[in-house]
């Protein structure tokens, strides 16, 4: 578990330490009137010498609400139990204890009464935890040790709202400096503010939030639409919650928890600015893609005389994005059917702007229900609209699909809109399950809380969850790689609530996620997640279920860094109980938690990826490497986030090869200068991490070249994809060049899609 800390100020006379040791239990909380909360925080302040990580203080903060354990209690089982204290001020002579009490409470020395007097006079033989204690209460009587205090509390208070995971050496700057001064506090606070680790967690940008759709009716003369633009309107922009009777509009924004608004494109056509356009067409394309595509590409002249294109483009850079514009196609389908689908549009623009995809579906899907059914049922229209709205769910958010091996099956058994879009109920009524964490994640949008240490931690019903900014409050992540990219465990609770009203039980699920594994090891194709095997209804997790995680060292790219060990969890549900879960985790040591640039975003194939493995845990950055063709081919990278140094990189071939990566320190003359770092890698199929020697440094505002270069016994076209750059699909932050032999350099769009960077 992990403990709390509290500040004290200088010197008190033998009598109140007498008072204060001898006094009833709860003498910290009569005499102060501080909130549990603050008293926490200066119970991890002055012991630990760091503000309260969030899971911490708020577990610490309901056992004592709760009458479980006394401050007094918990004052000395951090001194007498905790590692991080023994391991700190525990090592420490009385005169270091002391010193050092008055730095983290006060953020000064002791005066000379004060060492005295706790080192060699009447207080010292006052243990640790009651010493914490007299310090605290003693500072009442100093108006700036006092306010020094109230500073550092508030400080570790913003730390701790913000930051999104454990981590020490950020926890102990956050209230490191702060005194009795306003502007000591104002640095604390802007210092935490601006950090990248901090950003994920602040509100989204207005513009970030809003989902503009629109939607084209297709109306073929040979397959005309069968449903009225009434119909049309309620299935997508009807804002009531309805089990039975699903809309898009409350469906996903209630799914997200109204982070985002799902809002119709301004037209003109028919009803304007219903977001709905009706086209007419000569031939129902039929199943074939590639008349689909170019029905699809054909269509945007139509589509643009009913909008104005250029007021969409907000940032005015010539492509649609998903903040600014989707496109989605409902095709009459009374004989004829497409299969339904999210796809690239090659070469679409309206004019010179650019869109990339867009989405198709049946305007009925209802025939499926006695191929997958077979019911009879009144509740058709719900299938067909379950159906429009996974297909939105990749659209509008990338969530991936869910299904089984070979796209058949239920593999998270009813637990996905991205799986089985239309459950069936015992009465033969069709609804649409919510969206499980991985879904929420995948579109970037949402975060889970991060469970980094032993603990116990509660679960409430993923589906009406409180949102802290942007973090889910009850979907929980175990990371089983430190670097937090590869293997983790997501874990919720699903009551039959809302849409969820058509799952089969109340469950608690967890979720294996292989964020970089396009196949699993069961051959499924279509998930990068698996529902990890429960004694309960469809694989929930019961009291009676321990689960046992350990990462993966067995497989290319799975392995931490050679100096590292990978620990053991063992996950076990406590109680299922007045609408929560108990959950503990125990785990042996976690050793240091690093991380990468960017958040897991991989759901189409994972493409064009370049990650930089960093310590601390970068924000939502995305720096793509970019390598041509030939066999020597130079990205440079710039750094504006918190990333210190380099430990390696992440390279996914097509087949084994052998890779030299080199770094420099920057490019002259259109040539790598300076190298840095230079090692030679056997690499297998698939993904591989490899580690350098030695960490290289990389200062933020500083900037690095890499250099990859295949051996040359190796043939480039059989070893990498290689892609044309195409604008919001990679954007590479970072400038490019290729050669032929290595000393010739030219800059170039053309990229090589699966190689990443790592660092710590």
């Known amino acids: 578990m992990l403990y709390l800390s509290r500040m004290i100020s200088r010197c008190c006379i033998a009598l109140m330490v007498w008072a204060l040791i001898f006094s009833p239990l709860g003498a910290f909380a009569q005499q102060t009137d501080r909130t549990t909360a603050s008293q926490v925080q200066l119970l991890y302040i002055s012991l630990l010498g760091r503000a309260a990580d969030r899971e911490g203080l708020a577990y610490w903060q309901q056992q004592i609400d709760s009458g479980n354990i006394t401050l007094e209690q918990l004052r000395a089982n951090i001194v007498n139990s905790q590692d991080e204290y023994k391991n700190g001020l525990g090592k420490m002579s009385r005169t270091e204890l002391v010193t050092a009490l008055y730095k983290n409470l006060f953020e000064r020395e002791p005066d000379a009464a004060g060492l ?38 508030q400080a570790a208070g913003y730390y701790t709202k913000y930051y999104r995971s454990e981590d020490a050496q950020a926890a102990a700057k956050a209230v490191a400096g702060v005194s009795n001064t306003t502007s000591s506090l104002q640095a604390s606070i802007q210092n935490t503010h601006t950090t990248e680790k901090v950003i994920e967690a602040l509100p989204l940008p207005q513009m970030d939030k809003q ?64 977001g709905i356009i009706t086209i007419k067409g000569e031939k129902h394309p039929g199943k074939d893609f590639k008349e689909i595509s170019q029905l699809v590409k054909n269509m945007l002249p139509k589509i643009e005389q009913y909008i104005d294109v250029k007021a969409l483009d907000k940032n005015s850079d010539g492509i649609l994005t998903v903040n600014e514009f989707s496109l989605f196609f409902v095709f009459g389908s009374k004989n004829n059917f497409i299969t339904p689908h999210v796809s690239s549009l090659a070469d679409g623009k309206f004019e010179d702007v650019v869109i990339y995809t867009y989405g198709a579906a049946n ?16 509740n058709f229209e719900n299938f067909s609209t379950g159906t429009v709205i996974h297909e939105l769910g990749h659209l509008l958010f990338g969530a991936g699909d869910r299904y089984g091996a070979g796209a058949t099956g239920n593999l998270f058994a009813n637990g996905s809109m991205m799986d089985t879009a239309n459950v069936f109920t015992p009465d033969g009524k069709v609804g649409v399950p919510n969206m499980m964490s991985l879904d929420k994640l995948e579109s970037g949008l ?8 032993q603990s116990r931690f509660t679960l409430k019903d993923l589906n009406t969850s409180a949102i802290d900014n942007s973090t889910i409050v009850q979907s929980k992540r175990i990371w089983l790689d430190p670097y937090k990219l590869r293997s983790s465990v997501l874990l919720e609770y699903r009551q039959q609530t809302t849409f969820d009203a058509v799952q089969p039980a109340e469950r608690v699920m967890a979720v294996q996620v292989e964020s970089l594994s396009h196949l699993l090891e069961n051959g499924a194709a ?26 993966r060292t067995n497989t290319p790219g799975y392995k931490d860094h050679p100096s590292k ?21 125990q785990a042996d040591d976690l050793g240091e938690r690093r991380g990468h640039l960017r958040y897991d975003r991989l759901p189409k194939g994972e493409e064009g990826i370049l990650i930089l493995y960093a310590r601390p845990n970068m924000a939502d950055e995305t720096s793509y490497i970019a390598v041509s063709d030939k066999p020597y081919a130079v990205t440079q990278f710039f750094n504006n986030t918190n990333l210190t140094s380099i430990d390696g990189f992440e390279l996914r071939l097509k087949k084994a090869a052998k890779v030299t990566v080199e770094v420099y320190e920057k490019m002259v003359d259109n040539k790598p200068f300076n190298r840095l770092a230079s090692q030679s890698y056997d690499l297998a199929k698939n993904w591989n991490r490899g580690f350098f020697n030695t960490p290289i440094d990389f200062p933020r505002n500083s900037s690095l070249v890499l250099l990859v270069k295949l051996d040359e016994s190796s043939d480039q076209n059989e070893v990498f994809e290689v892609v044309d750059y195409l604008g919001d699909t990679f954007q590479p932050n970072a400038q490019l060049w290729h050669s032929e032999d290595g000393n010739s350099y030219q800059k170039t769009d053309r990229v090589w899609k699966h190689i990443l960077l790592l660092s710590e």
């Open 446 to 453: 949402l975060n889970a809380v991060d469970v980094t240490r």
């Open 211 to 274: 989902r503009p759709l629109l939607t084209v009716l297709m109306d073929f003369t040979d397959e005309p639409l069968s449903k009225t633009l009434a119909e049309h309107t309620e299935r997508l922009w009807d804002t009531k919650v309805d089990t039975f009777k699903v809309s898009a509009k409350p469906y996903f924004e209630s799914n997200f928890y109204h982070q985002i608004e799902l809002i119709p494109v301004p037209e003109t056509e028919g009803v304007e600015n219903d």
């Open 526 to 551: 279509y998930t990068r997640g698996k529902l990890l095997a429960g004694s309960g209804t469809n694989k929930s997790l019961t009291t009676a279920d321990k689960l046992t995680l350990t990462a």
């Open 363 to 378: 305007e009925d899907d209802s025939y499926l229900m006695d191929s997958r059914g077979n019911r009879t049922s009144e």
């Open 565 to 585: 060990t990978n620990p053991t969890f063992e996950l076990q549900v406590e109680s299922i109980a007045d609408n929560r879960v108990e959950v503990s985790l």
């Open 116 to 153: 005295s007097y706790w080192t060699t006079g009447g207080g010292s033989t006052v243990n640790a935890d009651q010493l914490t204690l007299a310090l605290i209460n003693g500072a009442k009587d100093n108006a700036q040790d006092k306010q020094t205090l109230s500073n550092k509390t």
